[in-house]
């Protein structure tokens, strides 16, 4: 099956060659309202590298762009949020984000920011080339604002339930739980998320509309007939809007954050965040090309040649801005080209939950770099192995370790320390002599001389969770023809065939260094050390004389070391504060009861007692046995059920409230005089109400 998918990928790559001089690749601009998850890296920053990394092995020509998406809304709710200035927030985040980036290794060419001065101009500029073109609508719609401010509100600024799947809490521009994007008016029952004490009215406002009705029929054929190989998730979202009557879609905003509409007339008005931030991946271009001409050279060599291809990697949720909203915007610009691919992912969740931001449901990069150090690799590893490429996926820290413990560790990392060490035992680390091959030796050659062409033709068509399995295959061919000919056996009868199984085992070694280059960069650094090798060549993939006889090897070391149970405990711990903080958070009290007269309450006689003694009750998980001074000179039995809650020894000396006059009960044999007040937790949790100061055992509450 292999054979005839290699053919057809031949056919197909050679035809790219000769279309493409040079691949533009873009990574979509995290917004600056916090740091970068695991969902961020497993559907965008992690395949992204993996790709770019590829084609620079291949010695391609290749731009890798990313930067900070710095305007739109979320950044100022955070900045409201804080009390400080949205500059303050985009500053802190972007640094943050920026640095992430760096420290796990994600190689962008250039990342700035859409605060830039030449980004300003340069989504002014192409605004501009749109309206004067008359690419664009000028329109007066009524428009959600405050009922009590009367200031427009925003698509995040309005919440309520999505008409797709009925999850409450849907913002008016997307559904966070099934990823549709909407517009406020779709929601249903939709209130003001910043002031939901205020109502939501309607008035007039002047804003300026892409036509994307105009289009239709060329976004038709240009992703429907065109671009039948894009993924499915991809093609079908795309199809299902195509199907419907696209509407003209609003590219400014009645906001005081952003960049300010160059047209007369647009005054409190700035671009809409789904205009300006796509533009980013070009005026960054731009930036990188203004600053080393001598490398890159003019930016539109990266935008408007037609033998530049373009690549888009994004998030499912950003597929419609990617490939009908921006394209159309370059379409009606006129002279830039297309993107060729949109491998936009699923959505990855974390320990079986929706990754969130507003929940802090999230494995945070910056704080994964603290917590592991060193360990970039794992989790490139673990997120590629994991990649929602075609449906959702789920990140668990238990899966986390396995992977890391049982695959990294136990067949990679196995492979190469048992290769490098054996080689230092009997060799003094120098590469032996290949001697005679036997059936053994041939059988092994034949399964990994195809490395190269099975993992290209993986990585050419954004398959880079098959890809890195073809990757670590290599270990494991490695560790069977090890296994099997067990070296150590045979160096008591025959060195010279010891020399050959070590010569194929080192080669293969140093495949793996170069199959893993693109997927784990850090750890390829580190087995090149060992090989004592400067570089890694893509083009020697599947040989078997990358090491030459006599090559002296470096120091082995471990590759890769096991993550123990206490280190996924903290994780694990650190997720169910989460969760108890977010309980906490979005705690609402139960409804209050039917209302009683005064004179029922009086009824109720309430006392201040003193715990002297507490005892748990023989035979009973729940009782506890409280021996209670309550001011008359004769002590009170009072049983409680709360054992689940406290130990008896925690309880005695505290002054408590009690319901004195409740008819006696019995229970376990006990006669209990009363009730103990206590209050329940959002949480579960229960604590005794107890009084503070100086109280006499038998005062009245009242």
Known sequence: MFSNFAEEYKKHNIMEENKFKRTTVTAALPYANGGVHIGHLAGVYVPADIYVRYLRLKKQEVMFIGGSDEHGVPVTIRARKEGITVQEVVDRYHNLIKKSFEDFGISFDIYSRTTSKIHHKFASDFFRTLYDKHELVEKTEEQFCDEVTGEFLTDRNIVGTCPRCGAEGAYGDQCEKCGATLSPEELINPTNKNNPGHGLVKKATKNWYLPLNKWQDWLKQWILEDHKEWRPNVYGQCKSWLDMDLQPRAMTRDLDWGIPVPVEGAEGKVLYVWFDAPIGYISNTKELCDAQPEKWGPWQKWWQDPTSRLIHFIGKDNIVFHCIVFPTMLKAHGDYILPDNVPSNEFLNLENDKISTSRNWAVWLHEYLVDFPGKQDVLRYVLTANAPET????????????????????????????ALQLTKKYFNGVVPECGEL???DLKTIEEFKDVKQKVEALLDTFKFRDAQKEAMNLARIGNKYITDCEPWHVAKTDMERVKTILYLSLQLVANLEIAFEPFLPFSSARLREMLNVTDTDWAQLGSTELLKPGHQLGTPALLFEKIEDEAIEAQLKKLEDTKKANEAANYVAAPVKENVDFDTFEKLDIRVGHIKD????????????FTIDDGSGVDRTILSGIAAYYEP?????????FVANFAPRKMMGIESQGMILSAVNFDGTLNVTTVTGNVKPGSQVG
């Open 438 to 440: 036997q059936e053994v």
């Open 391 to 418: 449906k959702d996926n789920n990140f668990t820290w238990k899966d986390f370790q396995d992977r890391n413990n049982n695959e990294l560790v136990a067949v990679y990392g196995n492979f190469v320390n048992r």
């Open 614 to 625: 507490c005892q748990k009750v023989k035979k009973s998980k729940k009782l506890l046995q």
């Open 649 to 657: 020894e925690q309880l005695i000396g505290k002054d408590v409230l």
